[in-house]
């Protein structure tokens, strides 16, 4: 396997982002936090910048913001590429995979095999077991893989595996994404699976597969523990392609219900689809913590990069707010973000000479509509506003935009009459970031201007802006 390394520095390449050191990626998988390190992996196809036959990229960090790019954590086999899925701490080594002094990582992933099985049968995908005895570093497959088996559909995909309790009682439970449902599986010991029940309200957004499950549970404002599920689909998002749908409710170890009857959106950009959160984060932390891959099934394999494709989203806590007597999830970027910020920028009046292209900003608006417009002399233009009781993102002008039909897009998302309070931007090479009111609404897209956009014309906001350049980190 040939995997080149880089000096981060090409064009578009983010530089507070994670992103792999070459080659393609796509979806985060198996993140756990284990002996003070948070463990990402990555759909990986290291010999080329296009999707192809799947690996598990790997990297760490202690604090969500600086990575170490380790080898290939796994690699396929005769059961198939190695696609989504999720680990755990087997702290009770329940699997036998470890030992009590020494219990396992444990990751659950998708084989997908391109190969018809026996009399004409579609077995694309199966699931199996690889498990690290060595704190993540290097992982060894489980003998007796696959350990749940093709029942004869197609997409049956990305095992996210919670630990759960039940009258006292842990067990694991696996959320599937099986076609247009999710079903959930327990086990005791990781190993045998028994199905348990489907989940897909006929109300829900449809309109392409479910993919990437994820079931964890969130303390509501009042102090009720409730269960949020996220389900990634592709197409069929808000403003088009790829987007991640969730559902509050609960879960009573077999049975996901919620009261929930209009479909929610996690973020209502083009650009973070196929997000999970970390296991085994400790009680003691109490968060819960989100990274998805921060690009769109429409165009991701065409987005004019060469050495690297694809950037992670910022890690984002995610937390419970109720709002017309409904509970909705937020997502805000973790406080390790806040290391970022370098120099500490002072706006006066509406124009802003921008001398860094690393920048956050948080704004207050006034009441009514307002825009924020980036732009440089070369008339790449990207405008972040509110008009008409929706947020909107304006990339028509904002760079490249001609490798994909579509690209150069206005999206938007719905306030229902939301009061903002504040509008932070984050901004990367070829990205942009934003957040109102901590999270309550996100928005995140991908933009390639071709030169840094050197001035940010301000209309309709407070004087009391802040802004901050932020650091390099790869
Ligand atoms: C989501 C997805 C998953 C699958 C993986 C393959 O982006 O399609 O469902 O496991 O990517 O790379």
């Given at each position: 396997e040939?995997?080149?390394f880089s ?6 390449r983010p530089q507070y982002h994670?992103s792999?050191?070459?080659n393609?990626m796509?979806?985060?998988?198996g993140?756990?936090f284990h002996k003070?390190?948070y463990?990402?992996?990555?759909q990986?196809?290291p010999?080329s910048n296009?999707w192809?036959p799947m690996?598990?990229g ?9 990575w170490k790019?380790l080898?290939?954590?796994?690699a396929?086999d005769?059961?198939g590429?190695i ?6 701490l087997?702290s009770?080594?329940?699997?036998g995979l470890g030992?009590a002094e ?6 659950i992933y ?7 099985g026996?009399a004409?049968?579609?077995?694309f995908?199966?699931q199996?077991i690889?498990y ?6 290097s992982w ?12 004869g559909?197609r997409?049956f ?6 630990k759960?309790?039940v009258d006292g ?6 959320s599937l994404?099986v076609?247009?449902?999710?079903s959930f599986y327990?086990?005791s ?8 029940s489907?989940?897909?309200p006929a109300?829900a957004?449809?309109g392409?597969?479910?993919e990437?499950p ?8 009042n ?5 949020v599920l996220?389900?990634?689909?592709n ?12 559902f ?15 479909v929610k959106?996690?973020?209502?950009g ?6 999970v959160t ?5 009680d003691?932390?109490?968060?819960t ?7 769109n099934w429409?165009?991701?394999q065409?987005?004019p990069?060469?050495v690297?494709r694809s950037a ?5 806590e995610?937390s419970?707010y ?8 937020a997502?805000n970027?973790v406080?390790?973000v ?5 120099e ?6 509406e ?6 292209e690393?920048l956050?900003?948080s704004?207050?608006?006034?009441a009514?509509d307002f825009?924020g417009?980036?732009e ?6 990207l405008v972040?506003g509110?008009r008409?009781?929706?947020l ?7 760079g ?9 897009s206005?999206?938007?998302a719905?306030l ?9 931007i984050?901004?990367d ?12 609404l996100?928005?995140?897209?991908l933009?390639?201007p071709?030169?840094?956009y ?17 650091k390099?980190?790869?």
């Amino acid at each position: 396997e040939t995997t080149t390394f880089s000096d981060y520095n090409e064009p578009f390449r983010p530089q507070y982002h994670f992103s792999p050191p070459a080659n393609w990626m796509n979806d985060p998988n198996g993140m756990v936090f284990h002996k003070g390190e948070y463990h990402l992996f990555y759909q990986y196809y290291p010999d080329s910048n296009v999707w192809g036959p799947m690996h598990w990229g790997h990297a760490t960090s202690k604090n969500l913001i600086e990575w170490k790019n380790l080898p290939v954590a796994i690699a396929p086999d005769s059961l198939g590429w190695i696609f989504s899925g999720s680990a755990v701490l087997d702290s009770e080594n329940s699997s036998g995979l470890g030992t009590a002094e020494n219990p396992p990582l444990v990751a659950i992933y998708t084989y997908h095999n391109n190969v018809k099985g026996d009399a004409g049968r579609i077995d694309f995908q199966t699931q199996g077991i690889a498990y690290s005895l060595d704190d993540g570093v290097s992982w060894e497959k489980f003998s007796g893989n696959p350990v749940l088996a093709n029942p004869g559909i197609r997409d049956f995909r990305d095992p996210k595996v919670t630990k759960v309790e039940v009258d006292g009682k842990a067990m694991w439970v696996m959320s599937l994404a099986v076609k247009d449902k999710i079903s959930f599986y327990s086990s005791s010991n990781l190993l045998e699976w028994e199905h348990e029940s489907d989940f897909n309200p006929a109300w829900a957004a449809y309109g392409g597969v479910w993919e990437c499950p994820d079931l964890f549970p969130l303390q509501s404002p009042n102090g009720e523990q409730k269960w949020v599920l996220l389900v990634s689909i592709n197409p069929g998002g808000p403003n088009g392609g790829s987007a991640t749908q969730y559902f509050v409710g609960d879960f009573d170890g077999e049975t996901f219900t919620t009261n929930q009857e209009e479909v929610k959106w996690l973020d209502h950009g083009t650009d973070n689809y196929a997000g999970v959160t970390w296991s085994n984060v400790p009680d003691a932390d109490g968060r819960t913590i989100f990274i998805g891959w921060m690009s769109n099934w429409d165009y991701a394999q065409v987005v004019p990069t060469e050495v690297w494709r694809s950037a992670m989203t910022l890690p984002r806590e995610l937390s419970l707010y109720d709002e017309g007597e409904e509970l909705w999830v937020a997502s805000n970027p973790v406080k390790e973000v806040e290391q970022l910020r370098d120099e500490a920028l002072t706006i006066e009046g509406e124009e802003v000479a921008l001398e860094n292209e690393l920048l956050e900003f948080s704004l207050k608006p006034k009441a009514g509509d307002f825009s924020g417009t980036f732009e440089n002399e070369f008339g790449e233009i990207l405008v972040i506003g509110k008009r008409e009781d929706a947020l909107f993102i304006d990339r028509t002008n904002s760079g490249l935009t001609n490798f994909k039909e579509g690209f150069a897009s206005v999206m938007t998302a719905p306030l229902n009459g939301l009061e903002i309070n504040e509008v932070r931007i984050m901004l990367d090479r070829s990205s942009v970031e934003v957040f109102i009111n901590d999270g309550a609404l996100a928005m995140t897209a991908l933009v390639f201007p071709e030169h840094p956009y050197s001035k940010l014309l301000l209309n309709g906001f407070e004087k009391e802006n802040k802004a901050y350049s932020l650091k390099k980190i790869w």
